[in-house]
């Protein structure tokens, strides 16, 4: 697939930490415009705006890039009880590590969610920036802005994103209850699990569990238990 070229000066140049090094890639964040295209790249394109994306995504199946992947685009907005357990590890602006994809919004076609060929544009272009950076496939590192700013946000990018199809066409893990919502205890839980060594490393609390999961699990609690963590 091509992808093609219009520049948005909404955007900080590189990644730079606090610490004034570069700041890797880490995830995904699938964003909806709020219009349809070309009107919502022209927007994401001015400056009064204030905002963009690295990538829209049109209903038509084209991808345009607005903003380098190495640069930082102004796509994650303000942070508002968020439900996304990566970002409370890493603790600073999204922004710095993920990249932003817009996906045109609803056009009045009469077909809900994403198109087909929107669809498959984007499946191509999550596997061309996992492949790339190495993103991991599953609900920490894919995610959607509603994880970001529950309140503001809460629907982004739709409540006919195709997520189960998309992990699943990625080679990743099911999640039927992606849009599920998180109570407050379950992510604090779950960090405490991989703090204490009963969990390798954070998991959404959404997410389907194997019995070899199960098993790995059961070992390392029994681990702790015993003092050999």
């Given at each position: 697939?091509?992808?093609?070229?219009?520049?948005?000066?909404?955007?900080?140049?590189?990644?730079?930490?606090?610490?004034?090094?570069?700041?890797?890639?880490?995830?995904?964040?699938?964003?909806?415009?709020?219009?349809q295209f070309?009107?919502?790249?022209?927007?994401?394109?001015?400056?009064?705006?204030?905002?963009?994306?690295?990538?829209?995504?049109?209903?038509?199946?084209?991808?345009?890039?607005?903003?380098?992947?190495?640069?930082?685009?102004?796509?994650?907005?303000?942070?508002?009880?968020?439900?996304?357990?990566?970002?409370?590890?890493?603790?600073?602006?999204?922004?710095?590590?993920?990249?932003?994809?817009?996906?045109?919004?609803?056009?009045?076609?009469?077909?809900?969610?994403?198109?087909?060929?929107?669809?498959?544009?984007?499946?191509?272009?999550?596997?061309?920036?996992?492949?790339?950076?190495?993103?991991?496939?599953?609900?920490?590192?894919?995610?959607?802005?509603?994880?970001?700013?529950?309140?503001?946000?809460?629907?982004?990018?739709?409540?006919?994103?195709?997520?189960?199809?998309?992990?699943?066409?990625?080679?990743?893990?099911?999640?039927?209850?992606?849009?599920?919502?998180?109570?407050?205890?379950?992510?604090?839980?779950?960090?405490?699990?991989?703090?204490?060594?009963?969990?390798?490393?954070?998991?959404?609390?959404?997410?389907t569990v194997?019995?070899s999961e199960?098993?790995?699990?059961?070992?390392?609690?029994?681990?702790?238990?015993?003092?050999?963590?």
């Amino acid at each position: 697939m091509q992808i093609q070229w219009n520049e948005s000066p909404n955007h900080s140049v590189g990644r730079k930490k606090y610490d004034g090094q570069q700041e890797k890639i880490l995830a995904i964040v699938n964003h909806q415009t709020a219009g349809q295209f070309p009107g919502c790249m022209s927007w994401l394109c001015n400056p009064a705006a204030q905002s963009s994306a690295h990538y829209i995504v049109t209903r038509a199946g084209e991808i345009w890039q607005l903003v380098r992947d190495e640069d930082t685009a102004w796509h994650a907005g303000i942070i508002n009880r968020p439900n996304w357990a990566l970002y409370s590890s890493i603790g600073f602006n999204p922004n710095r590590w993920t990249i932003g994809i817009e996906h045109e919004n609803y056009s009045g076609d009469g077909e809900p969610g994403l198109t087909e060929p929107q669809y498959q544009a984007t499946l191509w272009l999550h596997q061309q920036l996992i492949a790339k950076y190495g993103i991991l496939i599953d609900p920490e590192h894919i995610v959607g802005h509603y994880r970001i700013d529950s309140v503001n946000r809460p629907n982004c990018p739709g409540p006919d994103f195709p997520w189960e199809r998309l992990f699943n066409d990625l080679g990743g893990m099911n999640m039927k209850n992606i849009n599920a919502p998180i109570e407050a205890w379950e992510v604090p839980a779950i960090q405490n699990a991989v703090a204490a060594g009963i969990l390798a490393q954070m998991h959404d609390p959404r997410e389907t569990v194997t019995y070899s999961e199960i098993s790995a699990i059961m070992l390392n609690l029994l681990n702790v238990i015993r003092g050999g963590k």
